[in-house]
């Protein structure tokens, strides 16, 4: 532990002896380091830290902590401020009045209310059949807000091979990355001389998947009411285009803003129609309680 209104320029490691379960404050209230952590011992930050973070426990960041830098975690809970990247394999937790200025990568995400997140959010265990199917070919699946230019711009970004609209747009990142019916068309002819199967026999191999969406009027003010609500349910969370809760492996809920209308649009996924059903109408009735508020 340092103590005192000092500042340090560092490299560090830090180990835990014996398996305590116990935090590790490393950087208490009033000081200020310079330097990259390395840290397999669970690691609280109540200080300022300008550097990163690599650890293979718990990292805390306390309602008086502060970090310049990126978090890499087995799990962190963020109740000060973060700028840089978190990058957390199992559960984060963004607390009180936290603010983050940055990506985040999660396995779980849980945001109170107060919280504030200003970036995007990947989660590696959000359910969906595309994450099933890119699972096969060991591909990552990264997703961007609605609308075909998000789209195209995250795949020059990134060198994506392929792009995929909600509204059933396709991009194929080796000849354009923008939708272009003819070269969709192409790919699958080409699946299905190659396979020897019919079109329906190739959607019958697909894992099930049920579908629907719907809207509601709705301001940009009103909407803020609709996430406040959405973000107290314990589900793992999506931020990067309104809200998608993830409620199990195969199904979830989100509700976007519209860009171009006032109203709020709701979407959902389940692998059953009389699950999608259940779930469409339990958010439906959610989302119109916050309205009447």
């Known amino acids: ?3 005192g209104k000092s500042k340090s320029e560092f490299s560090t490691e830090v180990s835990s002896n014996g398996g305590s379960t116990g935090s590790a404050s490393l950087i208490s209230a009033g000081t200020t380091l310079k330097g990259d952590i390395n840290s397999n011992a669970d690691l609280r930050i109540d200080g300022t830290l300008i550097g990163n973070i690599h650890s293979s426990a718990k990292v805390i960041i306390g309602a008086n902590g502060v970090v310049e830098g ?3 975690g087995q799990q962190a809970d963020i109740l000060g401020k973060v700028t840089g990247t978190i990058n957390v394999k199992e559960l984060l937790q963004l607390k009180g009045t936290s603010l983050v200025q940055g990506n985040i990568k999660a396995g779980k995400l849980q945001v109170e209310p107060t919280a504030t997140f200003n970036g995007e959010c990947h ?4 359910p969906a059949v595309i994450e099933k199917i890119a699972a096969e070919s060991e591909s990552q699946v990264l997703r961007t807000r609605v609308g075909s230019v998000e789209v195209s711009r995250k795949m020059v970004k990134e060198n994506a091979i392929i792009g995929f609209e909600e509204n059933g747009g396709f991009m194929y990142g080796k000849h354009n990355q ?3 019916g003819s070269m969709t068309m192409a790919i699958l002819l080409d699946l299905l001389a190659s396979s020897k ?10 894992p099930p998947s049920f579908t629907t969406k719907g809207k509601i009027e709705c301001s940009r ?8 609500i959405l973000k107290t349910e314990h589900y793992k969370k999506d ?8 409620l199990d492996d195969s199904s979830w809920i989100m509700v976007r803003l519209s860009g171009t209308e006032p109203i709020a649009r709701i979407y959902a996924e389940s692998s059953s129609q009389s699950k999608l059903d259940e779930i469409f109408a339990k958010y439906m009735q959610k989302v119109k309680a916050a309205l009447d508020r």
């Open 1 to 3: 532990m340092f103590n």
């Open 70 to 72: 990126d978090i890499n």
């Open 123 to 126: 989660m590696t265990l959000a």
């Open 178 to 180: 923008v939708r272009d």
């Open 197 to 206: 199967n019919s079109l329906s026999q190739e959607m019958d191999a697909l």
């Open 221 to 228: 003010e009103d909407f803020k009411k609709i996430v406040k």
């Open 239 to 246: 931020l990067t285009d309104g809200i998608k809760l993830s």
